[in-house]
């Protein structure tokens, strides 16, 4: 189950002030999402997993573009057709909409740490 | 002069893979700009600065919300209203579109490396 808080007071009208490394969880048992910034089209969030995978034979699929960063940690995303993409810290990658995906791997032992750009 | 880039090869289809701390440009006389993903209504780019600052009395204003973030490096934005604020590494800040911004500062002695999100 997704857990979408919103974080991060805005100290001015909009102007929404944070560090993605701060704030983080001690419960880290389920993934967490926080939305950073969100338009009508648009939403950025973080993401912060440790050791979590997504069910088996369960495909993420998007109606939405996702560009996704990878800024601690590492993980490993893999794709319907077959590739496996391995993401260290700054490596990014597009998924287009509808590209079916999932993670098949996220470090156990400290925190990874995704950006991520729904549009 | 704004410089804009298309880098990193697509591996697949409209899946464009790279990483953000990688390929930076030796000749940082100019901040360099490069685009990592676009749709309409949307563009990721990273921004390299080093030591540059905006124009003095010269402020950029935006027609799009622009959500920046400092992944490297150290920067000090300031908004017309007379607001400083220093972002370090992790630090984000959503710039709402028609606020007059500059940047103050950044790091003459180190790349700074941002991804700004203008939606």
Chains 1, 2 share one sequence.
Request: aromatic content about 10%; proline content about 3%.
């Amino acid at each position: 189950m997704r857990r979408v808080r919103e974080r991060y007071a805005a100290k001015e009208t909009n102007m929404i002030l944070g560090n993605v490394f701060r704030s983080i969880p001690e419960d880290l048992t389920e993934e967490v999402f926080d939305i950073l910034a969100q338009s009508k089209d648009v939403k950025i969030e973080r993401i912060v997993s440790k050791g979590q995978s997504s069910p088996s034979s369960r495909w993420y699929e998007q109606e939405q573009n996702e560009w996704v960063i990878v800024l601690k940690g590492e993980a490993v995303i893999s794709f319907e057709h077959g590739k496996e993409i391995d993401l260290k810290v700054g490596n990014y990658i597009n998924i287009p909409a509808y590209t079916k995906h999932r993670v098949n791997w996220s470090d156990p032992n400290t925190e990874t740490i995704w950006l991520a750009v729904h549009y």
